[in-house]
């Protein structure tokens, strides 16, 4: 598709699971950014990636969040020991460059931690 | 640290102008945004003014930036039921960080909390 694409759309867990969250950028896009929202605030910075490594992840929470983009192009976001507080929509977005801040964003993975 | 403050409803009737406020703190943005986001779709950028201009017009919406006061406002010109949204602002930030990548830093963004523009008929 032309879009950032973004799965699951919903994903529903039990505390303690193992999560991941998948983003497929727009084709060439070379940065990708993880962004999370929770309920009535607005998205908060996780990590970016420009190519394949991780350039800043000054917004990860802790070190149960973790992302990777192998191949440059594809994404993952995975959760592990997942807590209720993780509840929140994942938003994933890329950009050209990432020069500008253009960012074209996803329709989100919201998660629920029961 | 970056801290972007906008209030958090704006109630107009249709057909008048729309003025949404923004306050930011990272006095070195290049850019500042404003992003919209409707129920159930993803965030969308609607415009964006550089740093060292004072207006921006964009068909119905005026961007004005006093960045001595670091304050930045939206203005959307008769407002329509199709604008009712959650309107985001931000600033961006720079990663200069130890794994930085070749072709220099990239941008993020800190966004505002979001103001709901509720129309009324």
């Known amino acids: 598709g032309a879009g950032v694409s973004q799965t699951p759309s919903n994903k529903v867990t039990e505390k303690g699971k193992y999560v991941e969250l998948r983003c497929d950028p727009i084709?060439?896009?070379?940065?990708l950014y993880w962004y999370r929202q929770s309920l009535g605030q607005g998205p908060e910075f996780l990590i970016y990636f420009q190519g394949t490594g991780a350039a800043d992840d000054s917004g990860l929470p802790n070190d149960r969040f973790f992302a990777v983009r192998p191949e440059g192009s594809v994404s993952t976001l995975k959760i592990q020991r997942t807590e209720r507080g993780d509840s929140a929509v994942y938003l994933c977005?890329?950009?050209?460059?990432?020069?500008?801040?253009?960012?074209?964003f996803g329709e989100g993975s919201r998660l629920t931690v029961l | 640290g970056e801290d972007v403050e906008q209030s958090l409803f704006l109630s107009v009737r249709e057909g008048d102008s729309s003025v949404i406020n923004c306050t930011y703190t990272?006095?070195?943005?290049?850019?500042l945004y404003w992003y919209k986001q409707e129920p159930g779709a993803g965030l969308q950028l609607l415009t964006y003014?550089?740093?060292?201009?004072d207006m921006k017009q964009d068909q119905r919406l005026t961007v004005l930036l006093n960045k001595k006061d670091k304050h930045l406002s939206l203005r959307i010109a008769d407002t329509q039921t199709g604008d009712s949204a959650i309107y985001f602002c931000a600033e961006n930030f720079s990663s200069w960080g130890p794994r930085m990548y070749s072709g220099g830093g990239a941008d993020g963004l800190t966004f505002g909390k979001g103001t709901h523009l509720i129309i009324q008929p």
């Open positions: 003014i550089f740093s060292n201009m």
């Open positions: 990272d006095s070195s943005s290049t850019y």
């Open positions: 084709s060439g896009h070379t940065a």
């Open positions: 977005a890329s950009s050209l460059t990432g020069a500008t801040g253009e960012l074209f």
